[in-house]
């Protein structure tokens, strides 16, 4: 039998996976593809999944502004915690520094 005869089957991932999986990118600071990679999945599903969780959360009864207002907090709140990593290696930086 050739092998593109035969059906390819479909793995159900759990919800705490998918959840798990998207927090990689959302919360640690993995991009997609790193997180496909270390997880053995498709960048295509992590992205799929995390556009299905925003949506979820953002469309949990919210007029137009507020979505939008929650897209900008969000966005706010990555630019921040990036900025805390900078400085919190920067002040480790410069402890060495004056030691």
Do not use: C, H, P
């Amino acid at each position: 039998m050739n092998d593109d005869n035969q059906k390819r089957t479909r793995r159900n991932y759990t919800e705490d996976f998918k959840r798990e999986a998207v927090a990689l990118v959302t919360e640690q600071g993995y991009t997609i593809a790193e997180a496909a990679r270390s997880l053995g999945v498709g960048a295509n599903l992590i992205g799929r999944w995390r556009r299905q969780f925003e949506d979820q959360a953002s469309g949990a009864g919210l007029a137009g502004d507020e979505k939008e207002e929650l897209k900008r907090l969000r966005k706010e709140v990555r630019q921040l915690r990036m900025e805390k990593e900078i400085l919190k290696k920067a002040s480790q930086y410069f402890a060495k520094e004056m030691k």
